[in-house]
T-cell receptor, first 111, second 114 residues
Framework: KQEVTQIPAALSVPEGENLVLNCSFT??????LQWFRQDPGKGLTSLLLIQSSQREQTSGRLNASLDKSSGRSTLYIAASQPGDSATYLC??????????FGTGTSLTVIP | DAGVIQSPRHEVTEMGQEVTLRCKPI?????LFWYRQTMMRGLELLIY????????DSGMPEDRFSAKMPNASFSTLKIQPSEPRDSAVYFC????????????FGPGTRLTVT
C-alpha cells in the first residue's frame, strides 16, 4: 500500500524567506501528485498538480517538483508572506484509482 | 461550475441519532470520494465510487457507516447510530476518473455528536 510522508510536521519562518516543503511516497507507480492548502476550519484547495510524466509545475510564487524514481516531491514557496500560513498536504494519485494523502506540514509565516 | 457541494455544513446531534451527509460532485466527474478528518488521525479515505459503483470501502470504520450513490450527481454518507467518536469533519471530493485526474474537494461537513 502506498504510504505518503511529509516532513517537517510544522515549520515557522520569518516573512520574506524562501522555503521548501517535502513529500515522500513509497510506491513510484503513480499517476500524479497534487499539493493542497488547508486553512484552519476550511476545506482543501488545490495548488498544483504534477503528472507522473512531468518534473515540475509552477504557479506564481509556488513551484512543485517531482522525482518519481526517488519517491519525492517538493513544494517551493518563494518570498513567503503571512497569508501563506496554512497546512499544506500532498496527495498521490495511484493505481487502483485512489488518492493517498500525507499528514501535512503546518506552516506559519511570521510578519 | 459550482464545485463540489456538501450539506449540511454543520451538524450537531445526540449520540444514537442517525446522521446523513450529502454530496453533489462536479458535473461530469465519474469518481467520488468520502474522507474524514480529525486532529488525531488526519485525513482518512472512507470510501470511493467510480461510475456510481462503490470500489473500495475498506476505510469505512464499521457497520454503522454506509454510503450510497444512486446517480452521478448525488451521494450520501449515513451514520446510524452515531457516537461521540464520530465527531469530525467529513469531506467529499470528486475527480474526472479516479487517481489519474485532479481531485476537487467540497467545503466539508463538521459533525459534532454529543
Amino acid at each position: 500500500k502506498q504510504e505518503v510522508t511529509q516532513i517537517p510536521a510544522a515549520l515557522s519562518v520569518p516573512e520574506g524567506e524562501n522555503l521548501v516543503l517535502n513529500c515522500s511516497f513509497t510506491d513510484s507507480a503513480i499517476y500524479n501528485l497534487q499539493w493542497f492548502r488547508q486553512d484552519p476550519g476550511k476545506g482543501l484547495t488545490s495548488l498544483l498538480l504534477i503528472q507522473s510524466s512531468q518534473r515540475e509545475q509552477t504557479s506564481g510564487r509556488l513551484n512543485a517538483s517531482l522525482d518519481k524514481s526517488s519517491g519525492r516531491s517538493t513544494l517551493y514557496i518563494a518570498a513567503s508572506q503571512p497569508g501563506d500560513s496554512a497546512t499544506y498536504l500532498c496527495a498521490v494519485g495511484a493505481t487502483g484509482n485512489q488518492f493517498y494523502f500525507g499528514t501535512g506540514t503546518s506552516l506559519t509565516v511570521i510578519p | 461550475d459550482a464545485g463540489v457541494i456538501q450539506s449540511p455544513r454543520h451538524e450537531v446531534t445526540e449520540m444514537g441519532q442517525e446522521v446523513t451527509l450529502r454530496c453533489k460532485p462536479i458535473s461530469g466527474h465519474n469518481s467520488l470520494f468520502w474522507y474524514r478528518q480529525t486532529m488525531m488521525r488526519g485525513l482518512e479515505l472512507l470510501i470511493y465510487f467510480n461510475n456510481n459503483v462503490p470500489i473500495d470501502d475498506s476505510g469505512m470504520p464499521e457497520d454503522r457507516f454506509s454510503a450510497k450513490m444512486p446517480n452521478a450527481s448525488f451521494s450520501t454518507l449515513k451514520i446510524q447510530p452515531s457516537e461521540p467518536r464520530d465527531s469530525a469533519v467529513y469531506f467529499c471530493a470528486s475527480s474526472l476518473s479516479g487517481g489519474a485526474y485532479e481531485q476537487y474537494f467540497g467545503p466539508g461537513t463538521r459533525l459534532t455528536v454529543t
